[in-house]
């Protein structure tokens, strides 16, 4: 990540980077002030989310620039995912350091510019600073919901049916693989990398859950530790079959070689897939929405009463070693 590169002042940066990117949102005022101007639709409620991001903890120091932007964006859009929002835009600040050049810098800007196109959410403005610390990037995103129907944590209901989008486990096993403590073949290593670098947005099935989720959540730290999230705010507890985890090839490899992996699968993070839950009555409306939209939406517990997260696996509880990420 280092370079003895040149290094743009901090008005000259953002001109040249980060100001095409707030084309489309006239109230970002072309970044050239100290705030922006977001309307709201009459109706509709403005949801906000913040994540701050750091080299060396939430990503690797050397990961290509472009998809150290990427993903710092993506996952607040997921956030907004789990909310049924759609984005609207985002505020992004930056602490840089010597060791950041110009070249770096407009790898990640144009990595950012990618994906300001493909979800349509501008960037409405920011801060950049320098220090003798690691890189840090904090974004704050903005969406939309049609007012009293944002997606909470605290809406499942006993007997309701916990599901998750798309596959579990694969962002913690890509990391595992960069790190080569994971050795799998060739091609399925780097479609497990390409999920821990580069995580998916749930965002058409968050809004499409809207009226059909009691509760969701975005998995971030492990799936039984967010899960723990959503029965706490619920006041439930889950029980989880492990077999019934949907699983890429590359997880059903892993856990093929060595069961420890399990582990990692359960509470490793970095998926950035949707958990929520649906009264057992409607399954059948949960299928016709992920056959809409080509996204795997799978039945893997119940929320029952209690306090916690248990996992079943062969008929008895399993004994977790970690259950996921702590910030502290």
Same mark, same amino acid.
């Given at each position: 990540?280092?370079?003895?590169?040149?290094?743009?002042?901090?008005?000259?940066?953002?001109?040249?980077?980060?100001?095409?990117?707030?084309?489309?949102?006239?109230?970002?005022?072309?970044?050239?002030?100290?705030?922006?101007?977001?309307?709201?639709?009459?109706?509709?409620?403005?949801?906000?989310?913040?994540?701050?991001?750091?080299?060396?903890?939430?990503?690797?120091?050397?990961?290509?620039?472009?998809?150290?932007?990427?993903?710092?964006?993506?996952?607040?859009?997921?956030? =907004?995912? !789990?909310?049924?929002?759609? &984005?609207?835009?985002? +505020?992004? #600040?930056?602490?840089?350091?010597? *060791?950041?050049?110009? @070249?770096?810098?407009?790898?990640?800007?144009?990595?950012?510019?990618?994906?300001?196109?493909?979800?349509?959410?501008?960037?409405?403005?920011?801060?950049?600073?320098?220090?003798?610390?690691?890189?840090?990037?904090?974004?704050?995103?903005?969406?939309?919901?049609?007012?009293?129907?944002?997606?909470?944590?605290?809406?499942?209901?006993?007997?309701?049916?916990?599901?998750?989008?798309?596959?579990?486990?694969?962002?913690?096993?890509?990391?595992?693989?960069?790190?080569?403590?994971?050795?799998?073949?060739?091609?399925?290593?780097?479609? =497990?990398? !390409?999920?821990?670098?580069? &995580?998916?947005?749930? +965002?058409? #099935?968050?809004?499409?859950?809207? *009226?059909?989720?009691? @509760?969701?959540?975005?998995?971030?730290?492990?799936?039984?530790?967010?899960?723990?999230?959503?029965?706490?705010?619920?006041?439930?507890?889950?029980?989880?079959?492990?077999?019934?985890?949907?699983?890429?090839?590359?997880?059903?490899?892993?856990?093929?070689?060595?069961?420890?992996?399990?582990?990692?699968?359960?509470?490793?993070?970095?998926?950035?897939?949707?958990?929520?839950?649906?009264?057992?009555?409607?399954?059948?409306?949960?299928?016709?929405?992920?056959?809409?939209?080509?996204?795997?939406?799978?039945?893997?517990?119940?929320?029952?009463?209690?306090?916690?997260?248990?996992?079943?696996?062969?008929?008895?509880?399993?004994?977790?070693?970690?259950?996921?990420?702590?910030?502290?």
């Amino acid at each position: 990540m280092s370079g003895a590169g040149t290094r743009r002042g901090e008005f000259e940066l953002i001109a040249a980077l980060f100001a095409p990117l707030s084309k489309g949102a006239p109230g970002a005022l072309g970044l050239t002030d100290d705030a922006a101007l977001i309307d709201v639709a009459p109706g509709c409620s403005l949801v906000t989310t913040v994540d701050t991001v750091i080299a060396g903890v939430h990503f690797r120091s050397d990961d290509p620039p472009d998809l150290i932007a990427r993903k710092a964006l993506r996952v607040n859009l997921s956030d =907004l995912a !789990a909310k049924g929002a759609k &984005p609207v835009g985002f +505020l992004h #600040a930056l602490a840089l350091n010597d *060791g950041i050049d110009d @070249a770096f810098l407009e790898r990640y800007a144009a990595g950012l510019a990618a994906d300001v196109t493909e979800f349509g959410v501008p960037l409405l403005g920011g801060d950049t600073t320098s220090g003798p610390g690691p890189l840090s990037i904090t974004i704050t995103a903005f969406g939309v919901v049609e007012k009293g129907k944002a997606l909470l944590r605290s809406g499942a209901r006993r007997g309701d049916v916990l599901c998750v989008s798309g596959t579990i486990g694969d962002g913690a096993l890509g990391l595992a693989c960069l790190n080569h403590d994971l050795e799998i073949s060739t091609v399925l290593s780097d479609e =497990l990398v !390409a999920r821990y670098e580069l &995580p998916q947005p749930r +965002l058409a #099935a968050g809004r499409a859950l809207a *009226g059909l989720a009691t @509760a969701c959540l975005d998995v971030s730290d492990g799936l039984v530790a967010d899960v723990g999230h959503l029965c706490a705010a619920s006041g439930l507890a889950a029980v989880i079959g492990r077999y019934t985890l949907p699983l890429s090839a590359g997880a059903r490899s892993a856990v093929e070689q060595d069961a420890r992996w399990w582990d990692e699968i359960l509470g490793g993070g970095d998926d950035y897939e949707l958990a929520f839950s649906i009264p057992p009555d409607r399954l059948a409306d949960l299928q016709s929405i992920a056959s809409r939209l080509k996204l795997p939406l799978t039945p893997i517990g119940t929320l029952t009463p209690g306090q916690g997260v248990t996992v079943i696996a062969d008929g008895k509880p399993c004994a977790l070693e970690r259950t996921g990420y702590r910030h502290r």
